[in-house]
């Protein structure tokens, strides 16, 4: 098993893992840690291959699925004992993202051969998946949040990118990529970086407009 593999299937277990984690938030049964898990583990990487129009990789290996499942099982009967050690599921959900955005990165430049298109489906794969589990399990999006997320994305893909572009070794673009993410994600955990927001004056409510 190559690292790019490696990084896929710990990516796909990992968010898996964090979307089984807001199904016990939420205290779903069964059916929904499963769905969740699915969806979260997977959505970002299938989201991906739609758009570059190839066969989806856990329709053409199930193991993927069989992955997400084992998780929410998992998660299922451990859950008490990690759901207050929030700081333990921004973690696994940071190293989640860095793997995948090497992943969709790597399989953006395969297929298109564009280092814009990969780096796009890098960030698209590390985010898209995180983003539906919000959504489903009625929380804040992370888009919606102040803190570095997609950014790290950005640069997880950006860096393995560059270095494919630079002819280094393949192991070394992945690790490259992989820490890049990993230390933005990080630093937004740990020291709470933010990008500087929007400071003019907010928009007008529409029932405000003349």
Not at 137 to 150: C, F
Not at 162 to 168: H, I, P, Q, S, T
């Amino acid at each position: 098993m190559n690292l790019v593999t490696f990084l896929d299937y710990s990516g796909v277990a990992v968010f898996a893992a964090t979307g089984a984690l807001s199904a016990s938030r939420k205290q779903m049964d069964i059916i929904g840690f499963l769905f969740l898990a699915g969806v979260t583990g997977i959505g970002g990487g299938t989201f991906r291959d739609l758009i570059l129009d190839v066969p989806v990789f856990w329709i053409a290996n199930h193991d993927y699925v069989l992955v997400c499942a084992a998780m929410a099982v998992l998660v299922f009967f451990t859950a008490h004992r990690v759901e207050s050690r929030y700081k333990l599921l921004l973690w696994l959900d940071a190293v989640g993202l860095a793997a995948f955005a090497v992943m969709g990165a790597s399989r953006g430049l395969a297929v298109t051969g564009s280092p814009v298109i990969a780096i796009i489906m890098g960030v698209l794969t590390a985010t898209f998946g995180g983003i539906l589990r919000d959504i489903l399990a009625g929380e804040p999006s992370v888009l919606l949040r102040p803190e570095v997320y997609v950014t790290a994305a950005l640069a997880g893909a950006g860096v393995y990118t560059l270095g494919d572009l630079a002819a280094l070794p393949p192991i070394v673009c992945q690790l490259a990529g992989f820490i890049a993410a990993l230390a933005v994600r990080g630093g937004a955990i740990r020291f709470g970086w933010r990008i500087p927001p929007y400071k003019s004056r907010p928009g007008r409510r529409p029932e405000d407009i003349p």
